[in-house]
């Protein structure tokens, strides 16, 4: 591991995919944070960049989506440019500036009420006690392969009520869209399972669309006013981000967490002396794991920003990895502590018009997953180095090797 705290601001590619595998990028950004929190990256793998690493700029940024916008014809909401031929079939209202955004929102928003939340606590619960009760005891496994894919992939098929015994799929599409190997060394194969995603969600689209509305989300979608009207592209965009968004995200926050309970098994100890901290415990595991590493913008004029001039066409990376470590808001912030006391104030789902619309749902699973591990005293110990993926936009997991103590 390379000490980041040496790296000259002048010179330094925050975006190095290797950082987030090696985690790194936590002493880097500390230092971005104090020596340089709005810094300009002339060159990376990605293209030139600002990146902005405090809290309070990037709440700053996101407030203001006249001027930063999200729109795919910018390049979207990575810093991986959406590339212009998939923003012809990936349309979706997370890369939409408003008055666009609002009105698709509202749309998707209803599938994530309280109210619906509660319809769903019996089937997350169902589901994520079968699968604690069915883990070996005192024997190794990947908490991965075992908690964190199966829990977030069915709850997606729920959501859609997708075809259960093809719910794998979720799984290979989703990974496709995020993979940087894909994108980069095999293109064609990545295009070929988006098609086939798009085959099968446009079949789907058909059957819903003669059948009478449903609770799920594609039913949802389907029948209102302004999805009633989408096309291909963006019913397909939308459902690449419902996939990326409401998987590889949770999938990490499961993951984190097993992985945050074995490096301090005291706060499990916590945890169960006052069960009363769950929900807190929730916040700070998304907190900790910051499992959308950033979200970008691109400036869409000429503007002035903290004494930089910024300009039109410039992509800004809002690092929320690096503002929910931030010291002044978050002492210790390299602690998994579940009873921190402003643990849910992190960035982790963004801030303003695009806040995360699935937070809820996120957290409900999260708890449900505590509540279920307290209920069997599962106490994790590290049985190997967690594995995480070369990735700048994704904190992505692939292994956590644990043991039930
Ligand atoms: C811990 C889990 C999650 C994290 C960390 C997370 C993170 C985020 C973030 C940072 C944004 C803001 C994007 C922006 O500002 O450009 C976002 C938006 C979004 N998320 Fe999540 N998400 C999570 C879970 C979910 C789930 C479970 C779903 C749905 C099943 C979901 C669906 C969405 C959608 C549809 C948007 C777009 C909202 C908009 O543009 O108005 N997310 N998420």
């Not at 604690?132 to 729920?158: C, K």
């Not at 590889?248 to 945890?271: C, Y």
């Amino acid at each position: 591991m390379t000490n980041q705290t040496l790296e000259r601001p002048e010179t330094l590619d925050p975006s190095l995919p290797g950082r987030f595998a090696d985690g790194s990028a936590h002493a880097m950004f500390a230092n971005l944070r104090r020596e340089a929190p709005v810094h300009w990256c002339a060159d990376s793998q990605f293209g030139p960049f600002w990146s902005v690493s405090r809290y309070d700029d990037i709440v700053a940024i996101e407030a203001q989506p006249a001027l930063f916008s999200s729109e795919a014809k910018h390049g979207g909401v990575s810093i991986i440019d959406i590339n212009p031929a998939e923003a012809s079939y990936l349309e979706s209202f997370i890369m939409m500036d408003p008055p666009r955004h609002a009105q698709k929102r509202r749309t998707i928003a209803p599938a994530f009420t309280p109210s619906e939340m509660t319809r769903l606590t019996g089937s997350i619960r169902t589901r994520t006690a079968a699968c604690l009760d069915a883990l070996p005891r005192g024997e190794v496994f990947d908490w991965e392969e075992r908690v964190s894919i199966p829990l977030t992939i069915d709850m997606l098929a729920i959501l859609f009520d997708f075809p259960w015994d093809e719910r794998e799929n979720l799984r290979i599409w989703s990974d496709a869209i995020t993979s940087l190997d894909m994108i980069a060394n095999r293109p064609q194969e990545r295009v070929g399972l988006l098609f086939q995603m798009a085959g099968r969600f446009h079949q789907l689209w058909q059957e819903r669309l003669a059948a009478e509305p449903a609770p799920d989300l594609l039913s949802m979608m389907i029948h209102s006013q302004s999805f009633g009207e989408m096309d291909a592209a963006e019913f397909m965009g939308n459902m690449a981000t419902l996939i990326v968004g409401g998987n590889d995200t949770t999938r990490n926050s499961m993951s984190g967490l097993a992985e945050a309970l074995t490096l301090w098994p005291g706060q499990w100890d916590r945890l169960r002396a006052d069960p009363s901290l769950i929900a807190n415990a929730a916040s700070e595991i998304i907190r900790w794991q910051s499992p959308a590493l950033h979200m970008r913008r691109t400036a869409i004029e000429d503007v002035e920003f903290k004494g930089h001039r910024i300009r039109k066409g410039d992509k800004l990376v809002l690092w929320y990895v690096s503002a929910n470590r931030e010291e002044r808001l978050f002492p210790d912030g390299e602690l998994f502590l579940v009873d921190r006391p402003n643990a849910r104030r992190h960035l982790s789902f963004g801030y303003g018009i695009h806040r995360c619309v699935g937070a809820r749902l996120a957290e409900l699973q999260l708890q449900v997953l505590i509540e279920e591990m307290l209920r069997r005293d599962i106490r994790l110990e590290a049985a190997g180095p967690v594995e995480r993926a070369a990735h700048p936009f994704l904190a992505i997991v692939n292994a956590v090797p644990v043991r039930i103590g």
